[in-house]
Antibody, heavy 117, light 105 residues
Framework: EVQLLESGGGLVQPGGSLRVSCAAS???????MSWVRQAPGKGLEWLSA????????YYADSVKGRFSISRDNSKNTLYLQMNSLRVEDTAIYYC???????????WGQGTLVTVSS | IQMTQSPSSLSASIGDRVTITCRTN??????LNWYQQKPANAPKLLIY???SLQSGVPSRFRASGSGTDFTLTISSLQPEDFATYFC?????????FGQGTKLEI
């Protein structure tokens, strides 16, 4: 059974940093992975993706230069390092497994990041 | 790529047939996915590559389209189908989502 478990969310002040993690199990981890967020009461926002090897990364303009995606295939874990956090980064952060046609076929339950003073 | 999903909300009854549309501002071939999200839950993939049904998804969910115009149709609505639906293009990063369609009873 595919499982994705995010962790590392919490309360952080504007300008601060946070790293969220996604522990994967139940599948061969060397597949593309993504991060997607959802602000309270809002829609889905694609943030970033990484290839199975980690050699290629992609970002939304809203987080480019502030967020960094990475992975440790030996630990079956995906990461999102978030720097220079803003109030508008407050959201639930989901990790998702890459599926056919670059869809996201499995999602974690998300971790809440709150940016507030 | 800009995504325009409509309607933003929709009221329907059990047994109804409903259609949600998604339009892009440039051609994405068939790189269009549909997700369902219920309150306090993560999204769930329904359809990938415009018309391919994800494993385990009921056949009452059907989708079609290519290029810039896509539709998701749910025939004979069931109580568990009342949720919010999102389209997503996966042709070019950033893989943008539509604004969502809230399907209500």
């Amino acid at each position: 059974e595919v499982q994705l478990l995010e962790s590392g969310g919490g309360l952080v002040q504007p300008g601060g940093s946070l790293r969220v993690s996604c522990a994967a199990s139940g599948f061969t981890f060397n597949t593309a992975m993504s991060w997607v967020r959802q602000a309270p009461g809002k829609g889905l926002e694609w943030l970033s993706a990484i290839s199975g090897s980690g050699g290629s990364t992609y970002y939304a303009d809203s987080v480019k230069g502030r967020f960094s995606i990475s992975r440790d295939n030996s630990k079956n874990t995906l990461y999102l390092q978030m720097n220079s956090l803003r109030v508008e980064d407050t959201a639930i952060y989901y990790c998702a497994k890459g599926g056919a046609a670059r869809s996201s076929d499995y999602w974690g339950q998300g971790t809440l990041v709150t940016v507030s003073s | 790529i800009q995504m325009t999903q409509s309607p933003s909300s929709l009221s329907a009854s059990i047994g109804d047939r409903v259609t949600i549309t998604c339009r892009t501002n440039q051609s994405i071939n068939i790189f269009l996915n549909w997700y369902q999200q219920k309150p306090a839950n993560a999204p769930k993939l329904l359809i990938y590559a415009a018309s391919s049904l994800q494993s385990g998804v009921p056949s009452r969910f059907r989708a079609s389209g290519s290029g810039t115009d896509f539709t998701l149709t749910i025939s004979s609505l069931q109580p568990e189908d009342f949720a919010t639906y999102f389209c997503q293009q996966s042709s070019i990063t950033p893989y943008s989502f539509g604004q969502g369609t809230k399907l209500e009873i």
